[in-house]
């Protein structure tokens, strides 16, 4: 039987957390997924206890089978997804259940820790789903997701390869809505629900109370199936043992709850054993089908939000003018004396905001966002913060954004960040929850949900300088779908660098501010030629600055430089973006005066 038509008239249950329910019965420390090839007989007993106990939405033993997590090679992690499935089938024959069981293709996510990353893990997820596919499997079931940027070439897949096969995708979110890589619930559902998925949902994450509200703030969509799974509870340790609670009288009635709120697929995630489903199933039998009510989202929101930042006028709108950034590099120590002579020297200056690098190159400095806040309240001119991924996972950086939105720092520069040097990555660990597009996409969403009344103003970074100029047009136009509203550049020291940029204005219509950096001495030069990666200097540019030079004549140079790079890029950047060596700032007038 088709499982969409069964659904549009039954409502299904799933079975539990076959993982810990396998890890609790043998306690072997090892995989469940092994024990496909090395000891069947388990893995078929398990499938048979939660179809006896009312399941009927089984999912393989196959949640860790991919080649990094099992250590094997391709033909092995298929292997083992045949057996799998196999003995998921086998199962359901020995059940003698006359109602129909269907049997789905389970996907987990790919640790972060594989070493996988981007095209590797879509390369991936595809070889899993063309497994699943060839074996004939009723549902592909992608589960416990943050995001679904990287099972989408697999989802597509599926969907050219079989219009019959049902494809369920579920997200982990925490008790407060939002998953691993930031996103909320809402979010998640929304966007799943615009893929050629038949179903979208939650598992994991939270128990079954916590479940309840986070399905009650959804907006459901009536031509998708919605799927629930929460856990058994919340996890404790007892003697190094992983341990959920167990009350499943509770854990149904919450469910129950799901299922007249609109959910077709309900059962459980991990802590959930057949007992569980029992209950659950027991419960929910005989009630009808539910219609999906659409949350009201009830938030007052101002009638026209009325945009702050330095693009944008007292009015709101887009200032028609040739913008001045000007970074200040926040101090290695607590003695901020410099910086600020710096900032008050730029008063008056035609500066429409003051950028601050996060910590660069891994090494230590004062936070951008606090020096940003310092700087503000002490010159009162505009100012944008650096915000890298490197250090602080999706929490801390939403909580971040708050933090400056109530000191009314409109302004973001959003970037991935340079790696930790390889001296201190032993004893100090990169974050990297995602990259720049991602966290853009966080701000996105807290602009339409949390600062909807005042959105801030965030951009990001073009290296023009990249070999592949295709990916960097690429990556600008997925940082213009994620909100990006404007960028800053590399330094640009030449003609041919200041042609790229041309070329990424003229194919994305993206605002930029380009990047000068007035150079002050020959030793300055060479640096950045040899120990900046991503930056060109050109060797005839070296040659313009005197082999002794004094600090007068270098300057000279820079300021000279300056005017070069401006008067090339002038006719189709939307401004500047100077970085001056050593935080000298009182160049910039004379930089000013010159062109």
Same mark, same amino acid.
């Given at each position: 039987?088709?499982?969409?038509?069964?659904?549009?008239?039954?409502?299904?249950?799933?079975?539990?957390?076959?993982?810990?329910?396998?890890?609790?019965?043998?306690?072997?420390?090892?995989?469940?997924?092994?024990?496909?090839?090395?000891?069947?007989?388990?893995?078929?007993?398990?499938?048979?206890?939660?179809?006896?106990?009312?399941?009927?939405?089984?999912?393989?033993?196959?949640?860790?089978?991919?080649?990094?997590?099992?250590?094997?090679?391709?033909?092995?992690?298929?292997?083992?997804?045949?057996?799998?499935?196999?003995?998921?089938?086998?199962?359901?024959?020995?059940?003698?259940?006359?109602?129909?069981?269907?049997?789905?293709?389970? #996907?987990?996510?790919?640790?972060?820790?594989?070493?996988?990353?981007?095209?590797?893990?879509?390369?991936?997820?595809?070889?899993?789903? $063309?497994?699943?596919?060839?074996?004939?499997?009723?549902?592909?079931?992608?589960?416990?997701?943050?995001?679904?940027?990287?099972?989408?070439?697999?989802?597509?897949?599926?969907?050219?390869?079989?219009?019959?096969?049902?494809?369920?995708?579920?997200?982990?979110?925490?008790?407060?809505?939002?998953?691993?890589?930031?996103?909320?619930?809402?979010?998640?559902?929304?966007?799943?629900?615009?893929?050629?998925?038949?179903?979208?949902?939650?598992?994991?994450?939270?128990?079954?109370?916590?479940?309840?509200?986070?399905?009650?703030?959804?907006?459901?969509?009536?031509?998708?199936?919605?799927?629930?799974?929460?856990?058994?509870?919340?996890?404790?340790?007892?003697?190094?043992?992983?341990?959920?609670?167990?009350?499943?009288?509770?854990?149904?009635?919450?469910?129950?709850?799901?299922?007249?709120?609109?959910?077709?697929?309900?059962?459980?995630?991990?802590?959930?054993?057949?007992?569980?489903?029992?209950?659950?199933?027991?419960?929910?039998?005989?009630?009808?089908?539910?219609?999906?009510?659409?949350?009201?989202?009830?938030?007052?929101?101002?009638?026209?939000?009325?945009?702050?930042?330095?693009?944008?006028?007292?009015?709101?709108?887009?200032?028609?003018?040739?913008?001045?950034?000007?970074?200040?590099?926040?101090?290695?120590?607590?003695?901020?004396?410099?910086?600020?002579?710096?900032?008050?020297?730029?008063?008056?200056?035609?500066?429409?905001?003051?950028?601050?690098?996060?910590?660069?190159?891994?090494?230590?400095?004062?936070?951008?966002?606090?020096?940003?806040?310092?700087?503000?309240?002490?010159?009162?001119?505009?100012?944008?913060?650096? #915000?890298?991924?490197?250090?602080?996972?999706?929490?801390?950086?939403?909580?971040?954004?708050?933090?400056?939105?109530?000191?009314?720092?409109?302004?973001?520069?959003?970037?991935?960040?340079?790696?930790?040097?390889?001296?201190?990555?032993?004893?100090?660990?990169?974050?990297?929850?995602?990259?720049?597009?991602?966290?853009?996409?966080?701000?996105?969403?807290?602009?339409?949900?949390?600062?909807?009344?005042?959105?801030?103003?965030?951009?990001?970074?073009?290296?023009?300088?990249?070999?592949?100029?295709?990916?960097?047009?690429?990556?600008?136009?997925?940082?213009? $779908?994620?909100?990006?509203?404007?960028?800053?550049?590399?330094?640009?020291?030449?003609?041919?660098?200041?042609?790229?940029?041309?070329?990424?204005?003229?194919?994305?219509?993206?605002?930029?501010?380009?990047?000068?950096?007035?150079?002050?001495?020959?030793?300055?030069?060479?640096?950045?030629?040899?120990?900046?990666?991503?930056?060109?200097?050109?060797?005839?540019?070296?040659?313009?600055?005197?082999?002794?030079?004094?600090?007068?004549?270098?300057?000279?140079?820079?300021?000279?430089?300056?005017?070069?790079?401006?008067?090339?890029?002038?006719?189709?950047?939307?401004?500047?973006?100077?970085?001056?060596?050593?935080?000298?700032?009182?160049?910039?007038?004379?930089?000013?005066?010159?062109?």
């Amino acid at each position: 039987m088709n499982l969409r038509e069964y659904l549009k008239t039954h409502t299904i249950v799933a079975d539990g957390a076959f993982g810990t329910y396998y890890a609790e019965k043998y306690s072997t420390g090892e995989l469940p997924e092994i024990a496909n090839t090395e000891h069947p007989e388990r893995v078929e007993g398990l499938h048979l206890e939660y179809i006896k106990a009312g399941a009927r939405y089984i999912r393989t033993n196959t949640y860790a089978s991919n080649s990094h997590m099992l250590s094997k090679n391709d033909e092995k992690v298929k292997e083992n997804i045949e057996a799998a499935v196999k003995l998921a089938r086998s199962a359901v024959g020995k059940s003698g259940i006359v109602e129909p069981v269907f049997i789905a293709g389970d #996907i987990g996510p790919i640790p972060e820790m594989s070493g996988f990353a981007g095209k590797q893990n879509e390369q991936e997820y595809i070889k899993l789903a $063309e497994y699943m596919l060839g074996q004939g499997v009723d549902a592909v079931h992608f589960e416990t997701f943050a995001d679904y940027e990287d099972i989408l070439p697999a989802i597509r897949l599926l969907r050219e390869k079989s219009e019959d096969i049902f494809i369920s995708l579920c997200f982990c979110v925490n008790q407060y809505g939002y998953s691993a890589a930031g996103l909320s619930a809402k979010r998640l559902i929304s966007e799943a629900a615009k893929l050629p998925v038949d179903a979208v949902g939650l598992n994991c994450g939270v128990g079954s109370g916590h479940m309840v509200q986070l399905f009650g703030e959804l907006n459901l969509l009536p031509d998708k199936y919605v799927m629930v799974l929460p856990n058994a509870g919340y996890p404790n340790f007892t003697r190094n043992q992983m341990h959920f609670g167990n009350a499943p009288a509770y854990f149904a009635d919450r469910v129950k709850e799901l299922v007249m709120g609109g959910a077709d697929i309900v059962g459980g995630c991990c802590g959930t054993k057949p007992n569980t489903i029992e209950r659950l199933a027991g419960e929910i039998a005989g009630l009808p089908k539910y219609d999906k009510k659409p949350h009201e989202d009830n938030r007052k929101a101002a009638e026209t939000p009325k945009r702050k930042g330095f693009l944008y006028d007292q009015d709101g709108n887009i200032r028609n003018k040739k913008f001045i950034a000007v970074e200040l590099a926040p101090p290695f120590d607590a003695n901020d004396e410099k910086l600020l002579e710096s900032a008050h020297a730029l008063v008056g200056a035609g500066v429409d905001v003051l950028t601050f690098p996060d910590s660069p190159s891994g090494r230590t400095r004062v936070d951008s966002v606090l020096m940003a806040d310092k700087v503000y309240r002490e010159t009162g001119i505009e100012v944008m913060p650096h #915000i890298c991924c490197r250090d602080k996972n999706a929490v801390a950086m939403r909580s971040l954004f708050m933090g400056a939105r109530i000191n009314d720092i409109h302004n973001l520069l959003i970037i991935t960040g340079d790696p930790l040097p390889s001296m201190v990555r032993a004893t100090v660990k990169s974050v990297f929850n995602f990259d720049s597009v991602g966290l853009m996409k966080i701000a996105r969403e807290m602009n339409e949900e949390t600062f909807y009344d005042s959105p801030l103003c965030y951009g990001g970074a073009i290296n023009q300088g990249r070999k592949n100029l295709e990916v960097e047009i690429g990556r600008v136009k997925k940082k213009m $779908e994620a909100g990006a509203e404007f960028f800053l550049t590399q330094p640009v020291f030449c003609k041919e660098d200041a042609d790229r940029l041309r070329r990424i204005k003229e194919e994305t219509g993206a605002r930029i501010l380009c990047g000068i950096m007035p150079l002050i001495s020959r030793k300055n030069a060479l640096f950045m030629k040899n120990e900046i990666s991503g930056v060109n200097v050109p060797d005839e540019l070296i040659e313009k600055y005197p082999e002794n030079g004094s600090r007068q004549e270098g300057e000279q140079v820079g300021i000279e430089l300056a005017k070069a790079m401006i008067a090339i890029t002038e006719d189709f950047v939307d401004g500047w973006y100077f970085s001056f060596p050593f935080n000298r700032t009182y160049l910039l007038k004379n930089i000013l005066n010159l062109f």
